[in-house]
């Protein structure tokens, strides 16, 4: 998905008004673009956007702040049990590009969830099963809530890795956004110099890697298109163009 290609609406006759699914599930490997297009089609639609990686992340990003080992499925998952997640829609003072603030035990640790040493172990903590049902769990009760409209929202945009498999399998709308793994290494790297993270492409490009092996060979929940999904190929798309292929299957 080419980010910096001009983005214009191709459709001025879609509005947040528009009637949709009431839940759009969509998952794909990381750095796919699901966060950028999900809050953009939510903003279209009057959605709650709820990224769910980012619950992953916290408990990842808190086990390494506590020297936990992350393979320690029993203390990990104990972890994700008695964590006190906030997910809260960011606000018009809050950096650009932030969709959400995140609040554990009702600290801002935003910031600390997209690095390099969360991005090398958060898929060993989101194959835990502990973990794993906890969160899904969690995530399953906010898209039912959400799905049929709920605190001024008319639906939910759910993104991940198995929303459309696992944790929402009944949404009537599925996208599953991919890339080629330079090309997503390429965006992660951008992001993280944009952070002021001076990291080698080698290395992200490495990182991302051995994160799509472990996420598509784990045991439990692994990344794969749903059979009823739209797959939809982001790396030659501009975010406006992904936006509107999926408004389009809301209209066919």
Do not use: W
Not at 21 to 26: D, S
Not at 145 to 154: I, L, P, R
Not at 168 to 190: F, G, S
Not at 241 to 247: H, N, P
């Amino acid at each position: 998905m080419n980010a910096n290609a001009p983005c214009t609406t191709q459709s001025p006759s879609r509005t947040t008004q528009q009637r949709g699914p009431g839940i759009i599930a969509i998952d794909g490997p990381a750095a796919s673009g699901k966060s950028t297009v999900g809050h953009a089609v939510a903003e279209r639609l009057n959605y709650l956007f709820f990224d769910t990686g980012l619950m992953y992340r916290v408990v990842t990003r808190v086990a390494l702040d506590r020297g936990m080992d992350v393979h320690d499925r029993d203390a990990v998952g104990a972890l994700a049990e008695e964590l006190d997640i906030a997910l809260l829609p960011a606000g018009a003072a809050e950096a650009p590009g932030r969709y959400v603030t995140v609040l554990v035990d009702g600290q801002d640790v935003t910031d600390a969830l997209r690095t390099p040493d969360v991005d090398r172990h958060v898929s060993v903590v989101a194959a835990n099963p502990r973990v794993r049902a906890a969160l899904s769990l969690h995530q399953r009760r906010i898209g039912q809530q959400y799905a049929s409209g709920h605190a001024g929202k008319a639906g939910i945009v759910m993104v991940g890795r198995d929303i459309g498999t696992v944790v929402l399998p009944e949404a009537p709308l599925k996208i599953y956004l991919d890339a080629p793994v330079e090309e997503r290494a390429r965006r992660r790297h951008q992001e993280l110099l944009q952070q002021g993270k001076d990291v080698p492409f080698e290395q992200v490009l490495a990182d991302m890697q051995r994160r799509d092996a472990i996420d598509s060979q784990r045991d439990v929940a692994p990344l794969r298109v749903a059979e009823d999904a739209h797959v939809i190929q982001t790396a030659d798309l501009t975010v406006e163009q992904v936006v509107e292929r999926i408004l389009e299957k809301i209209e066919d």
